[in-house]
């Protein structure tokens, strides 16, 4: 079975039976009922067309629904028949879904994370990770945002701002994540690109390209993952990083300053260091102090600490710290690092492994564990 296939069908079969008048509620079920159906049938009996044989188990399935509940039987006498069958459209219609589920009815946070889960692909786990929030509260979230969607049209679709959000979460999860969904973001970003000429768009374009263009650098050929101090920048895509330039360039020359354009700022500032030694940290810091401006995020406060203290030495950038709220994912392992900075290898030690514990990942606990094994070893010699 080729879960990347249905993965990737899934927007638009949803997309498809919502143009037909299916609420997205009851069209996110029945086109989740035609994947399980999917998984059971394809693999002794294969379609020709797979987007097509999904469209029409989906609308079958919701016809059945919508049949079963005579609530809904104002809403079946608008539906006309069945699709007729051969191949369904092969317009895409992704970037379309994310603009639907964005809707004025819902809070930015709500439909993020309903766009995320219904079209993304991601489990409420992931986007609770993602928000820093229990995943029974995401659950929630997500609950609450179907029902509210049930009882609207799709004639007013969200606002640019929203479906950046997204995208951004998307591409993130994709990046570091168990779902490869990156590729899938930069594609959909381009074609926001194309329609919208906003700078942020182009920010968000450009950030996406510059951290794409290290991938192939940040893990070793076991899998683990390699610091961006330590990475081969000979394996970083130089095409991409030329491209991600030039269009950030483009957008700053605007001067309507956002956070992806800060943000992309970063990124450029360490793809163009040819090594580690020479990455303009005192740079780095100004935009982060932007970056914070523009956001008042915990997460750019602890990214910040980590550059006042490759900028200003390790004691700054424990200061910086400092401010920063303890609780946060990653704080343990940042502490750990500029204590380390700072010859303090008994403390970087244990903190390395307090951090490994809480790891969100195998592959950085992994890391972080290595990282607490080698200090205590140079402690004993």
Known sequence: MDEALLRSLTPSVLAVLVRRGADFAAAEDAVQEALLEAVRVWPADPPRDAKGWLVTVAWRRFLDAARADSARRRREDRVEEEPPPGPAPSADDTLQLYFLCAHPSLTPSSAV???????????????????????????????????????????????????????????????????????????????????????????????????????????????????????????????????????????????????????????????????????????????????????????????????????????????ALAAVDDSLPRHTAVAAHLHERDGDLATAARLYAEAARKAPSVAERDHLTLQAARLNTRRGH
């Open 113 to 319: 994370a309903l766009t995320l889960r219904a079209v993304g692909g991601l489990t409420t786990r992931q986007i609770a990770q993602a928000y820093l929030v229990p995943e029974a509260t995401m659950a929630q979230r997500i609950s609450r945002a179907k029902r509210t969607v049930s009882k609207v049209r799709f004639d007013q679709p969200g606002d640019v701002a929203t479906v950046l959000r997204v995208l951004y979460l998307v591409f993130n999860e994709g990046y570091s994540g168990d779902v490869d969904l990156a590729a899938e973001a930069i594609r959909l970003t381009r074609q926001l690109a194309a329609r919208v000429g906003h700078p942020e768009v182009a920010g968000l374009l450009a950030l996406m390209l510059l951290h794409h263009a290290r991938r192939a650098a940040r893990t070793a050929p076991d899998g683990s993952l390699v610091p961006l101090a330590e990475q081969d920048r000979s394996r970083w895509d130089t095409g991409a990083i030329t491209e991600g330039v030039g269009i950030l360039q483009a957008a700053l020359a605007r001067d309507r300053l956002g956070e992806f354009q800060a943000q992309a700022a970063i990124a450029a500032l360490h793809a163009d260091a040819p090594t580690a030694e020479e990455t303009d940290w005192v740079q780095i810091v100004e935009w982060y102090d932007e970056l914070a401006a523009l956001t008042d995020s915990p997460v750019v406060r602890l990214n910040r600490a980590v550059a006042v203290g490759e900028a200003d030495g390790p004691r700054a950038g424990l200061a």
